[in-house]
């Protein structure tokens, strides 16, 4: 038996001897570095279609193009024939090359050199294939204790997640039995050297050789982890003893598993991603097996997770080797954002052109399996279509950080964004992200260029001649319309805005009434609802209040970003327009207190005190 590499599955051993010269490494940079519409275009007649290259099968004798070719996931798929696969594979089936020389030759069209034969590398090789064929012989006993009496509580546990015989067939769920010595000895009796289960992290040895190893899972429902190769490398197993240390135990590292080299499913996942009609453009990343699971359920196969740990670098290149642009999905309380930008902060420096993350935060603090079971494959969809790009997460991060009231904290968030922008290495993308993430800072804090809107007043989406039309009072009150509207519209902000939105000081009728509204709203209830909100205000008679706002709504979302700003967005634009009303109240009350002392000076002919006050009036009008 050999490795489930490309092309290897019937080669004579003296061939494989060959082959272990290449290494995965070798052979994964080989196909990143050429373009296989180059390779296949020498032999097929290949026209743009839109993401792809479409021409007639070099396999069969078609009058209709059924043969395509996807440069971005590096395969090509004919569909007349079945065939699927590589530029090795397909100079293999066209050129009938052998594995090696199909290698050689795309090697020196890339410019890269053989690797020198390993001695060691091949018999390392030769021993993790041994390895992994045990680990394979565990699976097997793993599936088959599955279906024991011992084991109803566990197939009781998959059905109440919604596991069917045949899922736990798909996905190669076993058992572990409740057991210190079951798989042990059922493998030593296929003659397994007791080394060999130990390498395997299947069996642990006692310090103490005088005692006798033990399993290293028990009472573990077991999922099979394989590296990007297609080998099962790692176990991982869920307790079914709610009061085990560790709800889930992966595998030991050992020589054929780094846990930070493997993402779960990331075989499975990447062919699926490599199917013509699969649109996505990288896969899916989500936390938890169950979570993979759920989601190849439900229809989204090129999902993978990461092993109980944040994604690391290696991680973030297999993702990009399968797909340019991966959705990191992640629960949208404080404790998923925490962890989305960490991953943020990683990627940042790996970054290069047309190479990227999104990110999918969840609601109400649900996984996808969750998300998936109760309302279905159409909400996760919805999830995966409100995905935002890094940079929208990256600003989110640093604008969050720390309050920006003052000019200081506006200075510190500078600071930070610069900080950030050294850590990318390709200069190009550092370019653009500093271009992007300072017109952001010009746009919440800073000067607008001219046309540009200013996001920061509601009456920007007002005509020139709309503005000199209306009287300072008239804008006034729009502008109070609009900043006691946006609390009406989302409800939400108003745990986060409490204490600013009751020191403001109206001056309509509209804004005051509304105002005490939501104070007594927000006093008794507590209550984010908005529904709830609306109905509380009904009863205490402002529904022409009510009215008046919708009417307006359009420029009131205006106001904190439109409709699909995200919260933070909403809470800085309105900060910001709450503080510029404020100083505006001040100026106001400032005019009143300058034009008052200036009568009072007139009528006592003050002309010292008149010169004064005439200066002090121009800079309060300035």
């Known amino acids: 038996m050999v490795p489930r590499q490309e092309g290897l599955a019937n080669v004579c051993p003296k061939t494989y001897i060959r082959l272990m010269q290449f290494g995965e490494e070798f052979i994964e940079e080989l196909k990143d570095r050429i373009r296989l519409s180059d390779v296949i275009g020498r032999h097929v007649k ?15 004798n078609e009058k209709t193009p059924s043969f395509f070719v996807n440069d971005e996931k590096g395969v090509y798929h004919c569909f007349s024939s079945g065939k699927y696969g590589s530029a090795i594979g397909f100079l293999m089936d066209v050129e009938r090359l052998s594995f090696p020389e199909a290698v050689e030759k795309l090697a020196d069209k890339a410019g890269m ?11 390392r090789a030769r021993q993790n294939k041994i390895t992994i064929n045990w680990m394979e012989e565990a699976q097997a006993f793993f599936f088959r204790s599955l279906h024991l009496d011992s084991a109803k509580n566990a197939r009781d546990y998959l059905k109440s997640r919604g596991l069917s015989d045949e899922d736990v067939k798909r996905f190669g769920i076993g058992f572990a039995p409740d057991s210190y010595q079951a798989l042990k000895n059922a493998l030593a009796r296929k003659g397994a050297p007791m080394e060999k289960l130990v390498e395997a992290g299947l069996v642990c040895e006692p310090d103490d050789k005088s005692r006798t190893p033990w399993d290293r899972f028990r009472n573990r429902i077991m999922f099979p982890i394989h590296d990007s190769r297609g080998r099962l490398v790692a176990f991982g197993g869920r307790a079914m003893d709610e009061d085990a240390k560790a709800k889930y135990l992966n595998s030991p590292e050992t020589l054929i598993f780094r846990k930070s080299r493997v993402l779960y499913r990331y075989p499975e996942a990447r062919k699926a991603l490599s199917t013509p009609k699969n649109p996505a453009r990288g896969l899916i990343v989500a936390e938890g097996y169950m979570d993979v699971i759920a989601l190849a359920k439900a229809g989204f196969d090129h ?8 994604l690391t670098e290696d991680q973030l290149d297999l993702l990009w080797r399968a797909g340019p642009e991966p959705t990191l999905c992640f629960d949208g309380d404080a404790a998923g954002l925490r962890a989305a930008y960490r991953s943020v902060e990683r990627a940042i ?36 279509d409100k995905s935002v790009p890094l940079i ?18 506006r200075a510190g968030l500078k600071g930070r964004i610069f900080a950030d922008l050294r850590t990318f290495t390709h200069d190009e993308v550092r370019k653009q992200y500093q271009l992007e993430l300072l ?31 209306m009287a300072p009072s008239a804008l006034l009150a729009a502008r109070e319309a609009h900043i006691i509207g946006v609390l009406v519209e989302w409800p939400d902000m108003i745990e986060y805005l409490d204490e600013q939105i009751f020191e403001l000081t109206f001056t309509t009728e509209t804004a005051q009434k509304i105002q005490e509204s939501l104070l007594s709203y927000w006093r008794d209830t ?7 909100l609306h109905t509380h205000m009904e009863r205490q008679g402002l529904d022409g209040h009510l009215r008046r706002l919708r009417k307006n709504r359009r420029m ?19 900060r910001h327009e709450a503080s510029a009303l404020a100083a505006f109240y001040q100026r106001d009350r400032a005019r009143e207190d300058a034009r008052s002392r200036l009568e009072n000076a007139v009528r006592e002919d003050n002309a010292e005190q008149l010169k004064s006050l005439m200066r002090s009036s121009r800079r309060i009008h300035d």
């Open 439 to 469: 017109a952001r800072f010009d746009q919440a804090f800073g000067r607008r260029s001219r046309g540009q809107n200013d996001v920061s007043r509601p009456t920007q989406y007002l005509s020139a001649q709309d503005r000199q039309a």
């Open 392 to 409: 929208d997460l990256l600003w989110q991060k640093e604008q969050g950080a720390k309050p920006l009231d003052t000019p200081e904290a």
């Open 303 to 310: 999902a993978v997770a990461p092993l109980g740990t944040a």
């Open 113 to 123: 050199a053989l690797p020198e034969v390993d001695p060691e590398a091949v018999n």
């Open 526 to 532: 507590k209550s984010v609802e908005k529904s709830t």
């Open 556 to 574: 009131t979302l205006g106001v904190v970003g439109g409709r699909e700003a995200k919260l933070d967005t909403r809470l800085t634009l309105w």
């Open 46 to 60: 290949l026209k743009r279609q839109g993401r792809e290259y479409v021409g007639l099968s070099p396999f069969t």
């Open 349 to 384: 420096p790996k970054l290069e052109p047309n190479q990227t993350l999104w990110f999918a935060l969840l609601p109400d603090g649900q996984d996808p399996d969750d998300l998936i079971r109760e309302k279905g494959a159409s909400a996760m969809q919805a999830v995966l």
